[in-house]
């Protein structure tokens, strides 16, 4: 269903005229499809338990992380020849509030498919870490229009996707599904709007994707050895901390 709304989507966004840079309409895709999903099947889907709770240590973790995303971006960006540009809200199509608000409202609509809806649904049958590499790589694949930068490109962002979808599941899982979307939302957002203030010349070359899949690969990197002791917890019986370093 999400991969048919998405050009309705697509045509919308052309209809209005509406620049990509305030909001993608095709990120509503996703949700779209989540909702079928769930009136379809409603009763029938299993969903994990609910481990944690509490919203503060989440969130913070989830701001730092995109905090890091935009760190190791600049760190790189200083090693390299090319500079990237810093935002200048002059050159915007509309006013920075907005955009910051239209661009979270389009992060929520792409997390509630995937970290409200695929992920926990994936958890129920493998564990948390093949399920977040799985969102990753669906979540990645689904933006079918870096595919006209070439195979290479395409490739290596959904490198990246993965690399995010694993820091998400990080601050997400064992948490209620709102939760979850709440959470991964800050994080989408945080990196995207990093990018968008710290680099707003990002364009769909090669080095530039590869240096989103360095920075998010390097977080993920961070992340796996909890989600793998968060399993370990789970499994043996013991209920999950509500707060655990890293989430």
């Known amino acids: 269903m999400s991969a048919a709304a998405s050009p309705v989507f697509t045509l919308a966004q052309s209809a209005t005229g509406l620049d990509p840079t305030i909001l993608v309409l095709a990120q509503f895709s996703t949700a779209v499809g989540a909702l079928v999903a769930y009136v379809s099947w409603r009763g029938r889907l299993p969903y994990p338990r ?90 990645g694949l689904g933006h079918f229009p870096m595919a006209s930068a070439g195979l290479a490109v395409y490739s290596v962002f959904v490198v990246s996707a993965i690399g995010l979808s694993v820091a998400a599941a990080a601050v997400t899982t064992g948490r209620p599904w709102w939760a979850r ?9 945080g990196v995207n709007i990093g990018m968008l203030v710290g680099f707003s010349n990002a364009d769909e070359s090669l080095r530039w994707v590869a240096n989103t899949a360095i920075a998010t690969g390097l977080v993920a990197a961070v992340c796996v050895p909890f989600l793998i002791r968060s399993k370990r917890r789970v499994s043996s019986g013991v209920s999950a901390p509500r707060v655990a370093v890293g989430v």
């Open 50 to 139: 609910t481990t944690r709770r509490g919203l503060l240590a989440p969130l913070c973790a989830a701001a730092g992380l995109s905090l890091t995303v935009a760190l190791v971006l600049w760190l790189l960006a200083i090693a390299e020849p090319h500079r990237w540009q810093s935002l200048h809200t002059s050159t915007l199509p509309a006013p920075l509030a907005l955009i910051l608000l239209a661009q979270f409202l389009g992060a929520a609509g792409e997390e509630v498919g995937w970290r409200g809806f695929v992920q926990p649904i994936l958890e129920t049958r493998m564990a948390t870490l093949s399920a977040a590499v799985i969102t990753g790589l669906l979540f």
């Open 181 to 189: 979307v709440l959470v991964s939302t800050v994080l989408h957002w």
